[in-house]
């Protein structure tokens, strides 16, 4: 049975801030700055970039990934899909990872150094 906290009630990007706020099916409220989420896309592509980054930490990366918003879509009930201004838009962001990830005290105490992987 899918857990009920980690249904949005509600999703806003508020692009001139540069966040995202989900309201959850519990109530909580968590707030992603977009920056981060771009930082953390789990597509493929992004996660194996990451990992060469880390076992090379002076490798360059020529073009700073863009973190504006283009669009956003629902992936079913379980995710939501941004494309960027970049054109990428191939990380789905499961709504148990954002929970998991939320940046409040109540719950992780600010930003994780990467997205967390939810139940």
Known sequence: MRNRTHQPLDLTVD???GVLTIVWGDGHR??????WLRANCP?????????QAQADPLRLVNVLPSS????????GNYAIRFVWQDGHGSGIY???SLRASCPCPECNDGEPDRLLMGE
Do not use: G, I
């Open 15 to 17: 692009r001139e801030k």
């Open 68 to 75: 504006q918003v283009a669009s956003a879509e629902l992936v």
């Open 30 to 35: 968590s707030t992603y700055r977009l920056e």
């Open 43 to 51: 597509c493929a592509s992004c996660q194996d970039e990451r990992r």
């Open 94 to 96: 499961a709504f148990s």
